[in-house]
């Protein structure tokens, strides 16, 4: 399968493809760039590296198989959405996505699982807070919007953190992926950013990428309540190898 349309609001074209590799897995790529993967066929079949680790994140927030409500900021093709369906039935879910041409595209070629429970908001990310509230308080905020030096200001902020922590059950968590270039000032300042909101802030990614020497992503993570103990060994040992989770003091050099 493979299907296109032109984004008047981006500017851009976005098609869907199927995986050569992978059947029933289809990719979404946006000016002829890969921005998702989505398989069909086995959604809690997570491609990509560091929705991967976003995805072993919130396996570890609730236990294995319990529903939980989760927002989603920015909804590309809302694979980890779909992830938390196939892995948590039941699940009350909430997702914002500014381009309203693209979350056409993307349901009419990749429909979500008949029984989601998904609310759409079409809008700001940081805007349209106050309207996904009413679904809250959630177990997890997913941040998947940052890529570049070029992030929105205004999201890119440490009054975004506090009001999205304002949403977070007390036990719940904030994941953020980041994707930077060296010398990775985006993710300087977003980490920096949220340690003067949560009270707990560590990041997962590639060894490699803490050397501040290569492009790629970051999953930051922010809770408001104290660090479990079990997450330090759990969430590098879930993967992708290697993984490397960076929290307290250690985290110094990547707060600037």
Do not use: C, K
Request: proline share 9%; no cysteine; charged share 20%.
């Amino acid at each position: 399968m493979s299907a296109s349309r032109y984004l008047r609001g981006i500017g851009a074209h976005a098609s869907v493809d199927a995986d050569p590799l992978v059947e029933g897995a289809f990719i979404l790529s946006i000016g002829g760039a890969e921005q998702s993967h989505v398989d069909l066929a086995d959604p809690a079949h997570v491609f990509y590296a560091y929705l991967r680790r976003m995805a072993n994140v919130v396996d570890a927030v609730r236990p294995a198989g319990t529903p939980l409500r989760a927002l989603h900021l920015g909804a590309g093709a809302l694979t980890l959405a779909r992830y938390i369906e196939a892995t948590r039935p039941g699940s009350v879910q909430t997702a914002v996505e500014l381009e309203r041409e693209l979350v056409d595209f993307v349901l009419e070629q990749l429909p979500l699982p008949a029984g989601t429970d998904l609310a759409l908001h079409l809008g700001d990310a940081r805007w349209e807070l106050p309207a996904a509230a009413g679904r809250g308080p959630y177990d997890v905020i997913a941040l998947d919007i940052f890529s570049g030096p070029d992030a929105p200001a205004h999201i890119a902020h440490p009054d975004f953190y506090a009001e999205a922590a304002a949403l977070l059950a007390e036990d719940g968590a904030m994941l953020v992926n980041i994707g930077d270039d060296p010398p990775l000032t985006l993710v300087h300042s977003q980490v920096a950013a949220m340690r003067g909101v949560f009270r707990d802030v560590a990041a997962l990614a590639e060894p490699d990428m803490f050397t501040a020497r290569f492009p790629g992503n970051i999953v930051a993570i922010g809770l408001p309540g104290s660090w479990p103990d079990t997450w330090t060994t759990a969430l590098p040992a879930a993967g992708p190898h290697p993984t490397l989770l960076v929290r307290g003091m250690d985290l110094d050099p990547l707060a600037g």
